[in-house]
């Protein structure tokens, strides 16, 4: 039932609801009665190794600062972005996370009535941000659990404004090499924008995989983001940042929130990105992380969704609700993707390799259980 304040509300926003992020260990330990340290959360994607100690020394000299307004501009930041990536400076937008960066482009460029062109099963808050401000969301039928770039391209009407690509994609993994992504940016007019998301970028291995920020220069109209939440291990912190033509850029600071990122997380943020040990060390637990999981899946017989990224989506079947109720009983927090139409999958973060151990036995009894369960109605 409505309420008159709901009433107030734009449409676009009366129509949301709230983004559900992965349950956090403090929520289950008081929900089961559970001891904290014994939880097993495998469920946002994030870094299991900790935060860079460089990251930690930089934290803990920006204390003393806490009475001071960050620096609105981000200088050190971006020029150590600048430094890494061979880009200029005011190509840079910097975001309270990747997804501010993501509402300020759709804010900046899509209008209520224009439409916005994105995947099924793509991130979430790219329909989240169409809706909210009044535009058309365009969600092209995926193949494979992945992007169909050719579709999408046919998609992008005269009321197209804006097109989102996730690459590697989000919650299933996907990804598309360069040429791929190429041919794909060749087809979609100058006038519409397109943001190529790489939230997961480092963990590519190389290879055919595209570097978003290498297209910059070839075309305009293409805006990368990219965040510090994974593999430089900084989620808590939000910081994340877009990288565009610096026309672009310039409008997007001009809807961007003054001091949006804060003093210690632009600190840490400017420390990891020369800590190269941690990233290697972080790709490295990702890939060893991953080939342990699926090593396991094949061996229980599920299907899964072959992932670019540092998590993986398993069919685990109708009971995918019973099962992660389970798992949460057992300790274990993944992330059920009901909600990104993938009602039968289970989204796993990758781990330590005792986390993914702890994680792969817990699923097998949940399994059993869920089974016996189903068994035992059907035999009333």
Not at 36 to 41: E, G
Not at 85 to 98: A, K
Not at 329 to 346: A, C, F, K, T, W
């Amino acid at each position: 039932m409505q309420t008159e304040f709901e009433s107030l509300a734009v449409k676009g926003v009366q129509a949301l609801s709230p983004y559900q992020p992965g349950k956090p260990i403090d929520e289950l330990a008081r929900e089961f009665g559970l001891d904290p340290a014994s939880i097993v959360k495998l469920a946002s994607n994030e870094n299991p190794l900790g935060p860079s100690p460089k990251a930690l020394s930089a934290i803990e000299k920006a204390l003393a600062d806490l009475c001071r307004y960050p620096d609105g501009n981000g200088f050190d930041l971006k020029q150590a972005l600048s430094d890494r990536y061979g880009i200029r400076p005011e190509q840079i937008t910097l975001g309270n996370g990747s997804n501010d960066v993501l509402e300020v482009i759709t804010r900046c460029f899509a209008a209520p009535g224009d439409e916005v062109v994105y995947s099924q099963y793509a991130f979430a808050v790219y329909p989240l941000v169409t809706q909210a401000i009044g535009a058309k969301g365009v969600s092209v039928p995926a193949r494979e659990y992945g992007h169909d770039l050719q579709a999408m391209a046919d998609a992008v009407t005269e009321g197209a404004k804006l097109v989102f690509v996730a690459n590697p994609n989000n919650p299933t993994g996907t990804v598309h090499g360069a040429a791929a992504i190429e041919s794909f940016l060749e087809r979609i007019p100058e006038r519409v924008l397109v943001v190529l998301d790489e939230a997961y970028c480092e963990y590519l291995q190389g290879g055919d995989d595209v570097d978003g920020l290498s297209l910059l220069g070839r075309y305009p109209n293409l805006i990368v983001t990219r965040t510090f939440s994974k593999a430089w291990g900084l989620a808590a912190l939000r910081v994340g940042y877009s990288v565009s033509s610096p026309e672009i850029a310039n409008i997007l600071n001009r809807v961007r929130q003054p001091f949006n990122v804060d003093s210690i997380a632009m600190a840490a943020a400017t420390a990891v990105l020369g800590d190269e040990d941690y990233l290697r060390r972080s790709c490295d637990v990702n890939a060893k992380g991953m080939a342990q999981l699926v090593a396991a899946f094949d061996d229980m017989k599920l299907a899964y969704i072959p992932s670019s990224g540092n998590f993986i989506s398993v069919e685990v079947g109708e009971y995918a609700s019973q099962i992660n109720q389970s798992l949460l009983e057992q300790g274990v927090i993944v992330r059920p993707i009901g909600g990104y139409g993938l009602p039968r999958h289970l989204r796993v973060s990758i781990g330590l390799p005792e986390e993914n151990e702890r994680f792969i036995a817990a699923l097998g009894t949940a399994i059993l259980a869920a089974t016996a369960e189903a068994a035992n109605k059907a035999e009333v």
